[in-house]
DNA sequence: TAGATTCCTCTACAGGTGTAGAGGAGGAAG
DNA sequence: CTTCCTCCTCTACACCTGTAGAGGAATCTA
């Protein structure tokens, strides 16, 4: 699908180049298509932001599902699998800061896996599980921010390994703790 | 002084509009400054995106000696003024992701109080410091991150109140708590 | 096969952006 | 007062970006 190619090459550019780099031209180049290609499927920059946005939701939702017998084993594999990712991880994060500016982009997040990872706490049966549920989100949340953008990169085992899952799992299960 | 108003000009652009918005014009405008006053001194956009998280970094600088009597205490104070700042801190979330792909902004970033904070972690008496400070930095981080950007905005007490930095005080002592 | 329709490519253009340098105002040094 | 120097403002220009529309190729319909 055409589009996808555009989006896809958009996630790519916004993962390497920041919000700047995405450009009607830059995208063609990157997905290789002929010039205006980028331009005629997605007229404004505007439409062009909120497809790249829709595409990084529509790759998340495919994510995962949660198994009820490894509530903090699936959760860990889902982080670890948001590590290897990196760069949707990134362009992930580009979005969310340019959602903060232009409100639309929000409604097109929304529902996304991190959202049931709050309904999740909410369930676990915390005294207060609004708070319990945020803290937890956030705690997730950092961790992976913190990974793959704070200090200087990388640090903890390499994404995509046994030890980094492992890791994750220990995190995952000291958050989940009332 | 003449620099910092551009780079403040430059901390309030970027936070409302994004790394796209900062462009030697746009300061000029925001800051009441005559056209071609910030490329005056900031003659290419590298320069200017560097001054821009060099302030950043100086005025965060300011911000915090922490109590070592009441160490939560203090922290959930700070955090609390970031959240306050609110501009500040989303300015310097895009300078974060920014040194993802341009690592001479990282040295610039370095020895911020979040630095800070991890060496506090390790000095608390884990059984693995250096894993425990990163959890620990990673749940602030994630904490303020979940606040500003995600989950639709300003979830929790209004900033600047005492709940405010009640609540966070709570989210601290849980994750000081081994 | 002929015509209609969709999809794609190319080209155009007005504005914005990065960067450079000429020149002036005003203070410092002699 | 004259000269020099620093700091600032203005103007210039090549290039990039967003956006539009003309036309052609490919596909579908009858």
Redesign the interface.
């Given at each position: 699908m055409r589009r996808d190619v555009i989006t896809d090459a958009a996630i790519q550019l916004v993962a390497?180049?920041?919000?700047?780099g995405l450009t009607h031209r830059a995208v063609d180049r990157r997905a290789g298509l002929p010039e205006g290609s980028t331009s005629a499927y997605f007229r404004t920059r505007k439409a062009l932001v909120e497809g790249f946005v829709e595409r990084l939701a529509d790759l998340e939702r495919l994510d995962v599902v949660p198994d009820p017998d490894d509530v903090a084993g699936s959760i860990a594999r889902t982080l670890d699998s948001w590590l290897v990712e990196r760069n949707r991880t990134?362009a992930r994060?580009?979005a969310?800061?340019?959602?903060?500016?232009h409100p639309e982009l929000?409604s097109i997040m929304?529902h996304s896996p991190?959202e049931q990872a709050?309904a999740l706490a909410k369930m676990l049966g915390h005294t207060d599980p609004e708070?319990a549920g945020?803290?937890f989100?956030?705690?997730?949340?950092?961790?992976l921010?913190?990974?793959?953008?704070?200090?200087?990169?990388t640090?903890?085992p390499e994404p995509g390994t046994p030890e980094s899952v492992r890791?994750l799992k220990d995190?995952v299960e000291?958050a989940l703790r009332p």
């Amino acid at each position: 699908m055409r589009r996808d190619v555009i989006t896809d090459a958009a996630i790519q550019l916004v993962a390497e180049q920041g919000m700047r780099g995405l450009t009607h031209r830059a995208v063609d180049r990157r997905a290789g298509l002929p010039e205006g290609s980028t331009s005629a499927y997605f007229r404004t920059r505007k439409a062009l932001v909120e497809g790249f946005v829709e595409r990084l939701a529509d790759l998340e939702r495919l994510d995962v599902v949660p198994d009820p017998d490894d509530v903090a084993g699936s959760i860990a594999r889902t982080l670890d699998s948001w590590l290897v990712e990196r760069n949707r991880t990134l362009a992930r994060y580009a979005a969310m800061l340019e959602a903060t500016h232009h409100p639309e982009l929000k409604s097109i997040m929304a529902h996304s896996p991190r959202e049931q990872a709050t309904a999740l706490a909410k369930m676990l049966g915390h005294t207060d599980p609004e708070r319990a549920g945020a803290h937890f989100t956030a705690f997730l949340e950092g961790l992976l921010f913190y990974r793959l953008v704070g200090a200087g990169s990388t640090v903890g085992p390499e994404p995509g390994t046994p030890e980094s899952v492992r890791d994750l799992k220990d995190a995952v299960e000291k958050a989940l703790r009332p």
